[in-house]
């Protein structure tokens, strides 16, 4: 640490590394889709700290075909899912819930949870309160 950050207390620092991040989820590229482990989903990654000046967040939107799907889960972060086009069905725990525009959705630690789209298919936005997607340790049933 340098004299400056001892008499600011790392104020400089803090500063530097919280400077806006805009994503466009247009631009993003379109990951996933290609393993029948997981299912069909695919996903656009806007904020997650080995690809953006991000950190303490891991964001992105996740899309899916009609009738997509996101098979049974856990992993140990928790996570929010927020409607943005499309209907759904998110079962977390063995309770189903209605996913549309506009509709937040929590889901705690280590529960498990899966999504099927409806017959227009579904978009949605998720985060995790991670610095990277890679961080999230995915554990699919069976």
């Known amino acids: 640490m340098d004299v400056f950050e001892q ?10 590394t919280a400077l ?3 994503a466009n989820a247009d631009c993003a590229p379109l990951e996933g889709g290609e393993d029948p482990a997981f299912g069909t989903v695919r996903w656009r ?3 997650s700290a080995d690809r953006t000046a991000t950190a303490g967040m891991t964001l992105g939107v996740a899309e899916f ?8 889960h856990r992993h140990g972060p928790a996570e929010f899912y927020f409607g943005l086009a499309g209907q759904g069905v998110v079962t977390i725990d063995g309770r189903a819930h209605e996913i549309t525009p506009g509709v937040a959705i929590f889901i705690p630690a280590e529960a498990e949870h899966e999504t099927i789209a409806g017959t227009e298919g579904l978009r949605f936005l998720y985060g995790f309160p991670k610095d990277r997607f890679s961080e999230v340790d995915y ?4």
Do not use: S
């Open 7 to 16: 008499m600011t207390g790392g104020i400089a620092e803090a500063y530097l």
């Open 20 to 22: 806006p991040v805009v």
């Open 45 to 47: 990654t806007l904020f």
């Open 65 to 72: 075909g009609p009738g997509g799907t996101l098979l049974a």
């Open 139 to 142: 554990r699919f049933r069976g």
